[in-house]
């Protein structure tokens, strides 16, 4: 169990000096402050002043509110940056994990195609994340390790920590990405280092879904587009291939029928022919994440779902 100022991971210390001094400075001048404005009001009020007086200048006042507010920034910045420069410096034999965000959730890939929903890390290991975004900006914070970067699509970016305290905690984006931006949750659950070991291990690598439905599933489509019909952020994929929708383009309304071209011109340029009824932007295009050979993967996916029923 973690309290406020003992975080889960080894740089979560340096992160709450910083913090406990800038508080302490900032709430100490918020007392004093208000304090001098409440004795100037009683002071300097009308009915003990009623023949109002000039000030102009005073130097030891001016050079004290300069100096000493210059001394407190200086000291800030040394905390600020003692607790930073070790987050930019990983350790030699860090074990490296890839951070994958999209609209909207968090993937964690360890390798000969173990990807896990959750990031399971083994207790004291210097943890190295590569974080890579498929579509927009997200942010990857876990509030408990005192850590957070910016996921940026085509910038490679990461973060290190060491684990040690077990247990499960929070993962957040910072970056509003999108509608469903407060529900891209994930967990950290930290764990003996015998315990990972076993969880790796049986960590399925092959799916007995088609091939198409595991690519859906490894890009979070699902996510937002239903099987079963109902309705949620984009439309729906069951009794997708081969039926007609009413779609808005530039030119206006039209009638389509969702055919392999329909599928891939919507995975490419999901924004030019938005289904009716539906909010256009919401989905980016994945020209730059799937290869062509997934995208057929998909196509053949809806082909045969349509062929079973």
């Not at 469903?180 to 969880?199: G, I, N, R």
């Not at 539906?278 to 998909?298: C, F, P, R, T």
């Amino acid at each position: 169990m973690t309290t406020m100022f003992s975080g889960a991971s080894n740089l979560a210390a340096g992160v709450d000096r910083a913090f406990i001094f800038i508080f302490a400075i900032s709430f100490i001048f918020t007392i004093g402050i208000v304090v001098a404005m409440i004795y100037i009001l009683i002071r300097f009020s009308r009915k003990r002043n009623k023949n109002p007086q000039q000030f102009s200048g005073n130097v030891p006042l001016e050079i004290i509110w300069t100096v000493v507010p210059l001394i407190l920034v200086l000291f800030m910045f040394y905390y600020g940056w003692v607790a930073f420069a070790p987050m930019r410096k990983v350790p030699k034999n860090s074990m490296e994990v890839k951070v994958i965000g999209r609209m909207w959730s968090w993937s964690f890939d360890y390798g000969n195609g173990k990807i896990s929903p959750d990031l399971v890390l083994p207790l004291d290991k210097n943890v190295k994340l590569n974080l890579f975004s498929e579509d927009v900006n997200h942010g990857f914070f876990v509030p408990a390790f005192r850590v957070k970067e910016d996921v940026i699509p085509g910038y490679k970016n990461y973060m290190w920590f060491q684990p040690i305290a077990k247990g499960s905690y929070d993962i957040y984006c910072t970056e509003y990405c999108g509608l469903a931006h407060s529900s891209m949750l994930a967990k950290v659950v930290v764990v003996d280092s015998l315990e990972f070991k076993t969880w790796l291990a049986d960590l399925k690598v092959v799916s007995n879904d088609h091939p198409g439905m595991a690519v859906l599933k490894a890009n979070a489509c699902i996510t937002c587009h239903s099987l079963d019909g109902t309705k949620v952020i984009g439309p729906s994929f069951k009794g997708l291939f081969g039926a007609k929708r009413n779609v808005l383009t530039d030119q206006g309304e039209k009638e389509v029928v969702a055919d392999a071209d329909y599928i891939k011109r919507s995975i490419l340029d999901p924004n030019a022919e938005v289904v009716k009824g539906y909010n256009k932007g919401l989905m980016q295009s994945y020209k730059d994440v799937l290869k062509a050979e997934d995208i057929d993967k998909i196509v053949d996916y809806f082909k045969k779902s349509s062929e079973q029923k």
